[in-house]
């Protein structure tokens, strides 16, 4: 006993001597050098939000409606003609083993008002399971039988995933004679009315390539895990879509709820799958193009949210992963375009790209769980008030306009949003560098009725049951664990209380590697 005590108190000796040589010529240097870069991109994101905000302001204040900024005119029947002035617009569903919601999709799509001799609806079938492609197949039968131009694709293989699937049903015969797609993901429903307030702006207005329609969230208040989302994706919706909209002319498609003119998408080079954000890569290539795009916030479309935490970490790998790809596979392609004009080049490559979609991720984790921390570790290294405190506060409640009835959750969106961005930042890297699982493709599993009593289908979604055992994350165990030991140091030698934060957070980061969070069927 007596060795193995003096043999810890060598190594504690070593270890203290061993941090002391190196904790004044490089550690603190290096956290220095730190918190210089996430200060900087603070303030980088502080801009942006900013201009975002003041843009909304005014757009929302003295903007013109779509219905003033472009030519608009419904359809009317004419009296010789009959529907023949409609132009022919095909429906693509694309479907991956919807068992939940194909029936949902299916019958929204059918359903929607517009002459049926001038629509033709495209169920893209990828299932696996066989028993869902009959189910599925029984149900286009049904709507067939209705009198409904419906047609029912399969695949022998599923190479490009949606995009592989879109780009095939693109190849049949029949779509030549559609001048208009429009797209639905396979828990999307839209109102009837969908065609007839969109098309009109594509058919009156040569320039417009795409018109994107606003998603309306149906499980919204099913679990906590399932606010946090609407809370990001609407401040995505109400902001981020409609300054790029009002300004540029131009914003990421959304991959559904959206129409394109089928001459943009061919001029744009057709559905690629080279990243995991096909969607997006589309609306890059189309608007360099010099095509214009058009959101329509008013027009909404309903469709669910990832309730389990399983279904929303592969959907946020691919949601950041991709987009981080495709800046590193477009950017000099953007630069070098001609056909834009300068401004929409920096908008683009800036403000859409090098800020949203990486800066954010990687400065949310490292400045708030891992430079900001170690500055306890540190106390030499001192960040000042404005960029611990002031900068924060004001992002996240620029963030907060988007959602004012969850303003009283805004605590949990932090520690959400902190906790979500260590996954967000690996899958950033992993794009940048295209290292392992760049184009991961997982499809985005849906629980439709499940929770609502419905046995059936209850018994079918068993595997989403958390089980201790299935999966633990230990880069957040990691990360939780660092905090705790931050927390401790501070609560012993700090003065700041800044433990109260780091606890807390730890607490977060806790809950998410062990998975509890989102929702949990009943084992019957």
């Not at 329609?213 to 919204?220: D, E, H, I």
């Not at 690629?272 to 193009?289: H, I, Q």
């Not at 392609?333 to 979609?357: A, G, P």
């Amino acid at each position: 006993m007596d060795a193995f005590q003096d043999a810890r108190d060598r190594l504690s000796i070593q270890f203290e001597f061993v941090w002391r040589q190196i904790r004044e010529p490089l550690i603190v240097p290096l956290l220095r050098i730190a918190v210089f870069l996430c200060l900087g991109m603070s303030l980088m994101m502080l801009v942006e939000r900013v201009y975002m905000g003041i843009v909304i302001c005014l757009v929302k204040l003295f903007g013109k409606k779509p219905e003033k900024r472009y030519k608009y005119e419904t359809f009317k029947e004419d009296v010789e003609l009959g529907n023949s002035n409609y132009p022919m617009v095909l429906i693509q569903v694309p479907m991956y083993n919807e068992r939940e919601v194909y029936q949902l999709s299916i019958g929204a799509a059918c359903g929607l008002s517009w002459p049926s001799h001038r629509i033709i609806v495209q169920i893209l079938d990828d299932s696996t399971d066989p028993t869902i492609k009959e189910l599925v197949q029984v149900e286009c039968l049904r709507w067939r039988s209705k009198g409904v131009n419906i047609k029912y694709e399969v695949r022998d293989n599923r190479n490009g995933y949606k995009a592989g699937a879109l780009k095939e049903g693109m190849k049949h015969s029949y779509v030549k004679q559609c001048d208009y797609v429009a797209i639905f993901d396979a828990d999307f429903q839209p109102q009837p009315d969908f065609l007839c307030q969109t098309i009109p702006f594509l058919v009156n207005n040569s320039e417009i390539g795409l018109v994107q329609a606003r998603w309306k969230f149906v499980n919204a208040d099913e679990c906590l895990m399932t606010r946090m989302q609407e809370m990001s994706l609407d401040y995505h919706f109400t902001v981020e879509q409609e300054v790029g909209s009002s300004t540029y002319a131009f914003f990421g498609f959304n991959g559904t709820a959206g129409v394109w003119r089928i001459s943009a998408l061919n001029e744009a080079g057709g559905w690629k799958y080279r990243t995991t954000v096909e969607d997006m890569d589309l609306a890059v290539r189309a608007s360099l193009k010099g095509w214009k795009f058009l959101y329509l916030s008013n027009l909404q479309v309903k469709n669910e949210l990832p309730s389990t935490l399983k279904a929303y970490r592969y959907q946020q790998h691919r949601w950041t992963c991709g987009p981080a790809n495709l800046f590193r596979k477009m950017i000099r392609e953007i630069i070098t375009n001609k056909k834009v004009s300068l401004s929409k080049k920096i908008y683009v490559v800036y403000s859409f790209f090098f800020v949203r979609k990486i800066v954010a991720h990687i400065n949310t984790f490292v400045f708030y769980c891992i430079v900001l921390p170690a500055t306890v570790v540190l106390p030499e290294v001192v960040v000042p008030k404005w960029g611990a405190v002031y900068i924060p506060s004001i992002i996240t409640l620029l963030n907060a306009v988007g959602t004012p009835r969850s303003l009283h959750l805004l605590v949990f969106w932090i520690l959400f949003e902190n906790t979500m961005s260590l996954h967000r930042t690996k899958a950033t890297i992993i794009g940048l560098l295209e290292s392992s699982r760049v184009n991961e493709w997982i499809v985005t599993e849906k629980l439709g009725d499940a929770l609502k009593g419905n046995k059936a289908i209850g018994k079918g979604l068993k595997k989403f049951r958390f089980r201790i055992g299935d999966r633990i994350h230990m880069l957040e165990l990691l990360v939780g664990f660092y905090l705790i030991f931050c927390g401790c140091y501070d609560l012993m030698y700090g003065k700041n209380h800044f433990f109260i934060f780091l606890y807390i957070q730890a607490f977060a980061f806790f809950i998410m590697a062990f998975g509890y969070i989102g929702t949990f069927l009943p084992n019957s």
